[in-house]
């Protein structure tokens, strides 16, 4: 069975741009959350999706946004990229019921 | 708010030795604690976890203790080998979210 599969795994954006994120859960799976990795901060929550209905949302402000599809899909978006936004973004999908969590590889962002 | 606390920040150890890691969460409401483990430039992996109704948990060389009146759990890695070597994260969870509270990891280092 395939992991989490994250595209794309590195990129680069220059200040003020807006940035895309795609995340696969693992097949079967139907709640996906995404987290941010940063030296500072450590790991931290941003959302969480199920059914294509956010269940669940962190302390980032408005310029993160995500959805998830039907398929269960989902994406993160960040608008107007900050330096501060650098950073590992993962994606952990899991399978309802359940409280484990299973992270993608990762988009590596750096934002210049 | 919600906060888990996690020390050592690192932690050498000779191959061989034992190698403690100690979290504190701050929710009383948290009822599921798992450990992931990241190697340098990888996806953070679930080695261990346990459930409140568990005062301990023992996977091989791996073991997780919960005590919930403290608010304390902690993670024991016995006969200690080179490749356990990498950053290692405490979480807290309630059922029904995947809202994981992370702990700040610590850098594990196994000296041959």
């Known amino acids: 069975k395939a992991g989490v599969t994250q595209t794309p795994r590195y990129l680069i954006k220059t200040r003020g741009q807006q940035v895309t994120l795609s995340c696969s859960p693992i097949?079967?799976?139907?709640?996906v959350s995404w987290y941010q990795q940063t030296p500072g901060q450590g790991l931290q929550f941003l959302f969480e999706y199920f059914s294509e209905t956010q269940r669940n949302k962190g302390n980032f402000p408005g310029r993160f946004s995500g959805r998830q599809f039907s398929n269960s899909r989902s994406e993160m978006n960040v608008s107007t990229l900050e330096l501060g936004d650098s950073a590992l973004y993962l994606c952990a999908s899991s399978l309802d019921g359940e409280n484990t969590i299973y992270f993608g590889e990762g988009s590596w962002l750096t934002v210049v | 708010g919600e906060n888990v606390e996690q020390h050592p920040s690192t932690l050498s150890v000779q191959e061989g030795d034992s190698a403690v890691i100690k979290c504190t969460y701050s929710d009383s409401a948290s009822n599921y604690f798992p450990w992931y483990k990241q190697e340098l430039g990888k996806r953070p992996q679930l080695i261990i976890d346990i459930r409140s109704n568990v005062g301990e948990k023992k996977d091989q060389r791996i073991a997780v203790t919960l005590n919930k009146t403290a608010k304390h759990f902690s993670l024991h890695i016995t006969e200690t080998q080179p490749e356990d070597s990498a950053v290692y994260f405490c979480?807290?969870?309630?059922?029904?979210?995947?809202?994981?509270?992370f702990g700040t990891g610590t850098r594990l280092k196994v000296l041959a």
């Open positions: 979480a807290a969870s309630k059922s029904g979210t995947y809202k994981y509270i």
């Open positions: 097949s079967g799976h139907r709640s």
